[in-house]
């Protein structure tokens, strides 16, 4: 079973509109979530973190929420430019003791059109 | 700032062939990462190293060896290539140990094998 699973899969839209990603995950302990940018052959860049049990969190045109009693994390992309193509990775981190483990989603292709 | 960069860019092999994959770092972080991500799957960790010759197994270690030289570099060898085997390898680093980090990654190898 997919322990974090990401919504929709793939999403395009018009540059200028704004976009929400979901993150479902089934993790336990969920210490934190983050969310990584993709873009079409390279690495990934990681976009914002967060920890708090129901966190908030802003960088620039992403912003980010986390809900852990849901286990469900958006990212909003406002005023989506071209160059936010890509594909948008959510990781969430689970801390037990001296072991610690990340569970990586899927991932949502987003395509911004002209 | 600083870069991780991975050679060779794209990787063409043979079945049985043994394949070696290099990720440098100029960050002087600690802990590096190799993971797989192929296509309708999320990353899957290979190998870490959280020092200078150690060497920990992650979930999808076999098949696979590594080898950490220097603090700035970190080696992942395929052992014994697998038929139209396609996948992309992602080398990865944290400061310091804890899972909280953000981790920086590459570029990517892109294997093929024939």
């Known amino acids: 079973k997919t322990q974090v699973e990401q919504s929709p899969q793939s999403l395009v839209v018009r540059q200028g509109e704004n976009c929400v990603l979901q993150c479902n995950y089934s993790v336990t302990p969920d210490n934190h979530l983050r969310w990584f940018k993709q873009d079409t052959g390279k690495g990934l860049v990681s976009l914002t973190v967060l920890v708090d049990q129901k966190d908030k969190t802003s960088n620039g045109r992403y912003s980010a929420t986390l809900d852990k009693d849901a286990k469900h994390s958006t990212l909003h992309i406002t005023a989506t430019l071209l160059d936010d193509t890509a594909t948008y990775i959510c990781v969430v981190g689970a801390v037990v003791g001296d072991n610690s483990k990340l569970i990586w989603g899927l991932g949502t292709s987003l395509v911004v059109n002209p | 700032g600083g870069i991780i960069t991975q050679t060779p860019k794209f990787l063409i092999g043979q079945e049985g062939q043994k394949l070696t994959l290099k990720c440098q770092q100029n960050f002087n972080h600690d802990t590096m990462y190799w993971y797989r991500q192929d296509s309708g799957k999320g990353l899957r960790l290979i190998y870490y190293?959280?020092?200078?010759?150690?060497?920990q197994k992650g979930d999808l270690s076999e098949g696979y060896d590594a080898s950490r030289e220097k603090k700035s570099s970190f080696s992942l060898t395929v052992t014994s290539a697998q038929k139209n085997e396609m996948a992309v390898f992602l080398c990865a680093s944290i400061p310091g140990t804890g899972v909280y980090a953000e981790q920086f990654f590459g570029p990517g190898t892109r294997l093929t094998v024939l």
């Open positions: 190293s959280i020092t200078e010759n150690d060497l």
